[in-house]
């Protein structure tokens, strides 16, 4: 497998559910990413974890919970969301050492319903 | 803070109709810029960095250039296969690796 792989690719859930989307990256990189983007919306990062630091995006509800075992593993834990929280949810990668380090790498995403 | 601005928010083109896509950047030194096409449904693919003004790189249909203050992604004889969304993103100077993303410019193109 190369690059960045999401899993699921869809997800509906309710309310009271309890899910968790999966990111692995086989590209050696040290940085790894969850981003949400909704219709006619920019970007919004949500978390990131490199090198053992975590940064997060304050607005980001605790709804919303990431865990980060090692540098290829990502995952977005899920819990009492919200209708509104309906969104593609996108894993990325990046290299932060040598040329390059601002060139992510993303998924195809995880198209999350709730209902 | 970082800004990124994309123009026009959405594009029509017919085949073969050449065009710029504009983004406009407030950074303070900049570290790269980077361009990304994403169709719908799908993850951002990574096109091109860019490093400092004056700087162009190519591929295919599309080429991207940089002056201090923008950046313009020119699509030369544009196929409908080129339909997508173009992200621009800004990378800012020290320790802040996270890039910031503009809201892209939808490009539809017609046969």
């Known amino acids: 497998e190369t690059g960045v792989t999401q899993t699921p690719r869809h997800l509906v859930m309710g309310m009271t559910n309890k899910k968790s989307l999966k990111c692995e990256q086989h590209l050696g990189h040290n940085a790894m990413y969850w981003y949400k983007q909704s219709a006619k919306k920019p970007l919004e990062l949500m978390f990131v974890y490199s090198l053992e630091e975590r940064v997060e995006n304050n607005s980001v509800p605790s709804r919303f919970s990431p865990e980060c075992p090692n540098s290829s593993h990502l995952f977005l834990h899920l819990h009492t969301l919200q209708p509104e929280d309906s969104a593609l949810y996108l894993c990325a990668s990046s290299r932060l050492t040598g040329g390059g380090t601002g060139e992510l790498f993303f998924g195809e995403g995880s198209r999350l319903t709730v209902l | 803070e970082d800004q990124v601005t994309q123009s026009p928010e959405a594009l029509r083109l017919q085949e073969g109709e050449s065009s710029s896509l504009n983004c406009s950047y407030t950074?303070?030194?900049?570290?790269?810029l980077f361009w990304y096409r994403q169709d719908p449904g799908k993850g951002p693919e990574f096109l091109f960095t860019?490093?400092?003004a004056g700087e162009e790189k190519e591929k295919e249909r599309l080429k991207a250039t940089l002056t201090k203050k923008e950046s313009f992604l020119h699509i030369t004889a544009p196929k409908p296969e080129d339909s997508a969304t173009y992200l621009c993103?800004?990378?800012?100077?020290?320790?802040?690796?996270?890039?910031?993303f503009g809201r892209g410019t939808s490009l539809i193109v017609h046969p």
């Open positions: 993103a800004v990378q800012g100077p020290g320790g802040s690796y996270i890039p910031t």
């Open positions: 860019l490093y400092s």
């Open positions: 950074v303070s030194g900049l570290r790269g």
